[in-house]
């Protein structure tokens, strides 16, 4: 028997059966698919709490000065900590950031720094007199923390001064 003999013979076989052949395999298919496969629901599984609280940003950015306004730029993923960013803030931007323009107001001296989340916002105590930075040194650490963490305002505290209740502009 040759091939085009077994082809005819099934087209002898399989004419007017529709549910022979492909489209028998086409049905049993669908059919698995709308049964679920098997799976039947089942009662809620307990488990713990949800996390509540502001939600900290894993992909933050840093935001640097650019043509007189800060501005947000996106560092790689991962976590910082407050101490990270105004450590990194204070370092200024790398030379891929120096080289497309970006720079820093956040001095030096602003690290080290410890951040504290309060009922308001986050408390942030620097190293430097926060009444001497200038207002886009305030935004940088202001927006880059609340880029982090949306929790409200920024109280900046530092040489015996404070900057109470910052928002991001």
Same mark, same amino acid.
């Given at each position: 028997?040759?091939?085009?003999?077994?082809?005819?013979?099934?087209?002898?076989?399989?004419?007017?059966?529709?549910?022979?052949?492909?489209?028998?395999?086409?049905?049993?298919?669908? @059919?698995?698919?709308?049964?679920?496969?098997?799976?039947?629901?089942?009662?809620?599984?307990?488990?713990?709490?949800?996390?509540?609280?502001?939600?900290?940003?894993?992909?933050?950015?840093?935001?640097?000065?650019?043509?007189?306004?800060?501005?947000?730029?996106?560092?790689?993923?991962?976590?910082?900590?407050?101490?990270?960013?105004? &450590? @990194?803030?204070?370092? =200024?931007?790398?030379?891929?950031?120096?080289?497309?323009?970006?720079? *820093?107001?956040?001095?030096?001296? &602003?690290?080290?720094?410890?951040?504290?989340?309060?009922?308001? =916002? @986050?408390?942030?105590?620097?190293s430097t007199d926060v009444s001497l930075l200038?207002?886009?040194?305030?935004?940088?650490?202001?927006?880059?923390? @609340?880029?982090?963490?949306?929790?409200? *305002?920024?109280?900046?505290?530092?040489?015996?001064?404070?900057?109470?209740?910052?928002?991001? &502009?």
């Amino acid at each position: 028997m040759t091939t085009k003999d077994v082809g005819a013979a099934w087209e002898n076989e399989n004419r007017g059966t529709p549910w022979r052949g492909p489209l028998r395999q086409l049905a049993v298919a669908v @059919l698995l698919v709308v049964s679920g496969c098997g799976i039947r629901p089942t009662d809620p599984i307990p488990g713990l709490e949800a996390p509540s609280g502001p939600v900290e940003n894993t992909s933050p950015a840093l935001y640097w000065v650019a043509a007189g306004k800060v501005v947000a730029v996106n560092r790689p993923q991962g976590s910082l900590s407050g101490y990270d960013v105004v &450590a @990194l803030l204070a370092q =200024g931007p790398t030379n891929a950031e120096q080289s497309r323009g970006f720079s *820093t107001e956040v001095p030096f001296d &602003a690290a080290p720094a410890t951040v504290d989340r309060v009922a308001g =916002g @986050l408390d942030v105590n620097l190293s430097t007199d926060v009444s001497l930075l200038s207002r886009t040194a305030v935004q940088q650490i202001v927006c880059t923390l @609340l880029g982090i963490q949306a929790v409200g *305002t920024v109280n900046l505290r530092g040489g015996g001064h404070s900057l109470e209740s910052q928002k991001c &502009a």
